[in-house]
């Protein structure tokens, strides 16, 4: 199967920036799409950004161009890099990819612990 581990969440001010990253281990044979969502309490996962198994991307539309969502395939890793954050973008991050574990088997999701970012105002 399948692991996720994310870094990179914390405290920062109004306007600042973080880097997160997730690196994907376990049985590992294809990983198609990585992405991030996040959620807030009360508020339902939303997506922040996806990349594919190439480099087309996809954005929530809350990003506004604030963050870039990249990978290293050859490490199975996908980052985010967060500037202008704002205290709305306060949620738990969580890493999710769109991975197979041997050739025959079939592409399932699979989701990280989540990390914490918190804004300050």
């Known amino acids: 199967q399948v692991q996720l581990v994310e870094s990179g969440g914390g405290l920062v001010q109004a306007g600042g920036s973080l880097g997160l990253s997730c690196a994907a281990s376990?049985?590992?044979?294809?990983?198609?799409?990585m992405g991030w969502y996040r959620q807030a309490p009360g508020k339902q996962r939303e997506l922040v950004a996806f990349?594919?198994?190439?480099?087309?991307?996809n954005y929530g539309d809350f990003v506004k161009g604030r963050f870039t969502i990249s990978r290293d395939n050859a490490k199975n890793t996908v980052y985010l890099q967060m500037n202008s954050l704002k205290p709305e973008d306060t949620a738990v991050y969580y890493c999710y990819c769109n991975a197979k574990y041997k050739s025959l088997s079939p592409f399932n999701d699979y989701w990280g612990q989540g990390t914490q970012v918190t804004v300050s105002s």
């Open positions: 990349i594919d198994s190439g480099t087309s991307t």
């Open positions: 376990g049985s590992i044979f294809r990983i198609n799409a």
